[in-house]
C-alpha cells in the first residue's frame, strides 16, 4: 500500500510536491524487491524520511552542487535534487540500490550522477555541500569528508539522539565549526560543520 501525501507541505511548491509523491511511489514498488527501506517504515514514508530530509533544502542554495554520502534510497541526497534543484552526486556503494537511484532520478527528472563505489574510493571533485543520513557516527563522516567537500563549503549531517556524545568524541581528532539545528520530524538534530580539519 502507497502512503498517501500530504495535500501540501510549507515552502514546497505543488510541481515539487507531485515530484516528491512521484520518488514515493517509485520506493515504495521497488522496497517489495530489495531493502531501501525497512517494509515497516513504508507506512510512515512521507513523516520518517522525505520530510525528515527536506529539511536539508532550505540551507541549500537552490542549483548548488551537492555530494551526497551513503545515498542507499535516496535520502536526503534525491529529495534535495527534487526540492532544491541541486546537482547531486549520489555515492551509493550497493548496485542494485544505484540501479534504484538512477530510476528514480530519470523518473523525477533530476539532475545527478551516480557513483557505485565504496565511499572512500569515489573519485569525485569537492563539493561546496556534502550531505549523509543515518550513515555512519561523526568522526567516520568527518574522514570522508574531508576530502571531499570544497574549502569553504560545509557538511549538513541529520543525527539521532546520540549527536552530542558523538561531538564530543569527534572533536578529540577534529576541528570544525558547528551550528546545531533542531529536527522538526525526530528528536535528534542537523549538523551543519564548515571549516573541517584535523586536530
Known amino acids: 500500500m502507497t502512503p ?24 515504495v514498488r521497488w522496497t517489495a524487491k530489495i531493502n531501501l527501506i525497512s517494509p515497516g517504515d513504508v507506512p ?52 542494485r540500490k544505484a540501479t534504484f537511484l538512477r530510476e528514480a532520478s530519470r523518473a523525477t527528472g533530476c539532475r545527478t550522477t551516480i ?19 543515518a550513515l555512519a557516527n561523526l568522526s567516520q563522516l568527518l574522514t570522508w569528508t574531508e576530502k571531499l567537500v570544497a574549502n569553504d563549503g560545509y557538511a549538513l549531517f541529520l543525527k539521532g539522539q546520540q549527536a552530542a556524545d558523538e561531538l564530543t568524541n569527534a572533536e578529540r581528532d577534529w576541528h570544525m565549526t558547528v551550528t546545531n539545528i533542531p529536527s522538526r520530524t525526530s528528536g535528534g538534530t542537523i549538523l551543519k560543520i564548515s571549516d573541517i580539519r584535523r586536530v
Open 44 to 95: 510512515h514514508l512521507w513523516e520518517r524520511h522525505i520530510l525528515d530530509s527536506l529539511q536539508l533544502a532550505p540551507l541549500i542554495e537552490q542549483g548548488s552542487h551537492v555530494t551526497d554520502l551513503g545515498s542507499g534510497g535516496g535520502f536526503p541526497g534525491l529529495i534535495i535534487a527534487i526540492a532544491a534543484d541541486a546537482d547531486v552526486t549520489l555515492v551509493e556503494s550497493d548496485r
Open 115 to 133: 557513483v557505485n563505489q565504496r565511499i572512500e574510493a569515489a573519485a569525485v571533485p569537492p563539493a561546496p555541500v556534502v550531505t549523509a543520513r
Open 4 to 27: 498517501v501525501p500530504p495535500s501540501s507541505i510549507p515552502g514546497v511548491s505543488r510541481e515539487t510536491l507531485e515530484r516528491l509523491t512521484c520518488f514515493a511511489n517509485l520506493l
